[in-house]
């Protein structure tokens, strides 16, 4: 069925350095890739998505790369910030995008040392 | 503000005791759904709806109901709670459902004893 496998499930950095998440999803058809950043006691909130017609997106500190032929997407947090800290989840549309749904990786716990 | 609003934020219940999750949009989203979210899961869909009248079962169905009577309100039934229903739960909205971004609630902290 339909999978996404997020890597690695926590991360620490220090201040200032890059941050990494990968992602492979399984479903050739999926379109849509967003990724969400959930603080604590919060809901997830967007913070970039691609299409896959795109190989790259940046948004300021943060940029998105899919590689539809490996299935993998990545998220790259450039010069890291406390506030930066939270988990972050990885998202691929499923059932080609007709229904809305969003399969999900089991997130990453990002913490960023001062 | 555009928002989705989920109430109650927390929730203790008993085996057995039926219970309903509010949430409301105010941005005339056609498009939304129900996450359950439990540790190293990620976040799970439980039932979605792509318009007024229109629902259908995501990936974890088994034990809820919704409706949609009207565009802005979707709440999620518990008829017959049990405790691996105990999870963190997710509203969300957005504007066609089709690969447009999805906004959330703050959740709904449920525990069934």
């Known amino acids: 069925g339909e999978n996404v496998e997020q890597h690695p499930s926590t991360l620490s950095v220090q201040e200032g350095d890059s941050a990494v998440i990968k992602c492979t999803y399984s479903d050739s058809a999926s379109n849509y890739f967003p990724w969400y950043k959930q603080e604590l006691g919060k809901g997830p909130q967007l913070i970039i998505d691609i299409r896959s017609n795109v190989g790259e997106k940046k948004d300021q500190r943060i940029a998105v790369t899919l590689n539809k032929t490996a299935k993998h997407f990545s998220l790259h947090i450039t010069e890291t910030q406390p506030e930066d800290s939270a988990v972050y989840f990885c998202a691929a549309s499923g059932d080609s995008g007709n229904t809305g749904k969003l399969i999900f990786g089991q997130g990453t716990t990002l913490q960023v040392k001062p | 503000e555009a928002q989705v609003t989920q109430n109650p934020r927390y929730l203790i219940t008993v085996t057995g005791k039926k219970l309903t999750v509010t949430c409301s949009q105010n941005m005339n989203h056609e498009y939304m759904s129900w996450y359950r979210q439990d540790p190293g899961l990620g976040l799970r869909q439980i039932y979605y709806s792509m318009n007024v009248e229109v629902t259908d079962k995501g990936d974890v169905p088994e034990g809820y109901k919704v409706s949609r009577k009207e565009k802005r309100n979707f709440p999620l039934i518990l008829e017959s709670p049990s405790p691996n229903q105990t999870s963190l739960y997710f509203c969300?909205?957005?504007?066609?459902?089709?690969?447009?971004?999805?906004?959330f609630g703050n959740g709904t902290r449920l525990t069934v004893t």
């Open positions: 969300a909205s957005s504007l066609t459902g089709r690969n447009s971004p999805l906004h």
